[in-house]
């Protein structure tokens, strides 16, 4: 079920048209710049975007021009993990696991959930209750699970936040017990909160 979910999710992002795509990534980085959760942290966890996902470019400058810590994820897709590294510019991103951007320059800048206030992850499709269908790998839900006791913090909980287009907002996500569920999506449309943050 899953798997014939992600491939029509995956079509109906796919077929936004381009200038249509270009105002909804506006808007959806319009409503994430004015959220107090995004305003207040210090240290972010993003990811740069590839394909068709809300695109994030606009979104990795503006965390290195406020002066916040910018962190994204490479892939060790033999340990089958997500490994944590700060980006000091966006020239530092090369293609990595399946062409995805990930940090090149990696000596000296490894970090972990304890240097990180918001956590912002990509997905495929997600429902009304905040639960997510990512691309099947299973890195955001080993990274968000693997973050549960470390989520709470001194300042309050670490929010994981999913940017999202409405066509990608669905009825019903199949969740199993491994799979994390985010505390908030940010479409064009609308922000869905599932928890008080």
Known sequence: MKKTLRARLLKTR???PPEQKARKDAA????LFALDL????????????????VDTTRCLSETIRLG?????????????ELILY??????ELKPGYMGIPEP???????????DIDLIIVPGVGFDQECNRLGYGGGYYDRLLGGATGQRLRSGGRIAALALAFEEQITEKIP???HDVKVDM?????????CHVL
Do not use: H, W
Not at 68 to 80: C, E, G, H, M, T
Not at 185 to 193: E, F, G, P
């Open 38 to 53: 995004f305003k207040n942290a210090k240290g972010l966890l993003l990811y740069a975007s590839f394909r068709s996902e």
């Open 68 to 80: 916040k810590r910018l962190i994204l994820p490479a892939v060790d897709s033999r340990r089958r």
């Open 86 to 91: 700060e980006v000091k510019e966006i020239s």
């Open 104 to 114: 090149a320059i990696r000596e000296n800048r490894q970090v972990t959930l304890k």
């Open 185 to 193: 999506i940010i479409t064009d449309k609308r922000v869905i909160c």
């Open 28 to 31: 959806i980085m319009e409503r």
């Open 14 to 16: 796919d077929s936004i």
């Open 175 to 177: 969740s199993e017990p």
